[in-house]
């Protein structure tokens, strides 16, 4: 009996789970269901802007190690409309040989609206890191989305010369792929210049319901020129917008920037910034 309790696999890293789902309850949207298990949850709803239900995310540890698994499952409801974030920077720190797992699922049903704004995600040198996002859009539901990756600390001159990162990201529509981004960081493959053109921050920026007006507009905003490279595309309706360069400030900088701009004439309502992002 001992050897064979000796023999199974020892459980590393925290276990955290988060469900929420999203309510029209007439004049507002309510997060009507919220579960959560392990050291992941979130704030009360704030409503700065009256029907729009914001959100913060929690990770009480301030980091994600290595066995670590966190899986969080969002759900809005037909007309609810939600802006999610983060009250800081996600970190994934050096793992000891096992691998850290964010897993993030995101159903828009028809006629919803979700903004998932979280603040950057850093790799310190000597993470393992597995992470996918997938957004589910359903009939004509809208969303705003960024992501923002910086690989080691170059604001210190640290760099990510060992690790592993696979993030995935998939937007579809009613079951169709509109966007598959996959990156793929290892020790081998970092100082290769076709690997975020050798830059330590990479974001992209998606906004739906777009059209060759707001692709004008955003282009008209981007720099022209600097150490930043940062471009605007079109795939449908969606807005594609990607960032390379050397900063996080700057990129966040960008993203709010366009956010911002777009949001009146995509969504319909002025920005209202998350107070979290002015601490």
């Not at 704030?46 to 966190?70: A, I, Q, T, W």
């Not at 993030?104 to 790799?123: D, H, K, N, S, Y």
């Not at 969606?238 to 960032?243: E, G, K």
């Amino acid at each position: 009996m001992a050897a064979a309790a000796e023999q199974l696999p020892r459980i590393q890293g925290w276990r955290a789970e988060l469900r929420m789902g999203f309510r029209d309850a007439g004049h507002r949207t309510v997060l009507a269901e919220r579960k959560h298990s392990g050291p992941l949850t979130v704030q009360r709803p704030f409503y700065p802007e009256g029907e729009v239900c914001h959100v913060y995310l929690l990770h009480p540890p301030g980091g994600v190690v290595g066995g670590d698994v966190l899986d969080i499952d969002v759900q809005l409801a037909h007309g609810t409309k939600a802006l999610v974030t983060t009250p800081g920077a996600t970190k994934f720190y050096r793992s000891g040989g096992a691998s850290a797992r964010q897993s993030q699922r995101i159903i828009v049903q028809p006629g919803a609206t979700l903004e998932w704004l979280p603040q950057e995600t850093i790799f310190f040198p000597g993470a393992r890191a597995l992470l996918q996002t997938q957004v589910e859009l359903q009939g004509d539901a809208r969303m705003a989305l960024w992501e923002i990756q910086c690989l080691g600390r170059p604001a210190i001159d640290e760099e990510f010369d060992r690790g592993i990162i696979d993030n995935r990201l998939a937007v579809t529509r009613d079951g169709a792929p509109i966007l598959l981004e996959r990156l793929r960081v290892d020790a081998d493959n970092r100082r290769r210049l076709s690997l975020m053109g050798g830059m330590p921050v990479g974001g992209i920026f998606l906004i739906s319901a777009a059209g060759e007006a707001e692709v004008m507009a955003c282009r008209d905003l981007l720099p022209g020129s600097g150490a930043d490279t940062i471009g605007a595309t079109l795939i449908d309706d969606l807005l594609v917008v990607r960032y390379l360069g050397d900063s996080t400030e700057r990129a966040r900088r960008q993203f709010r920037t366009l956010w911002q701009t777009l949001r009146p004439r995509v969504f319909g309502r002025p920005p209202s910034t998350p107070r979290i992002w002015a601490t």
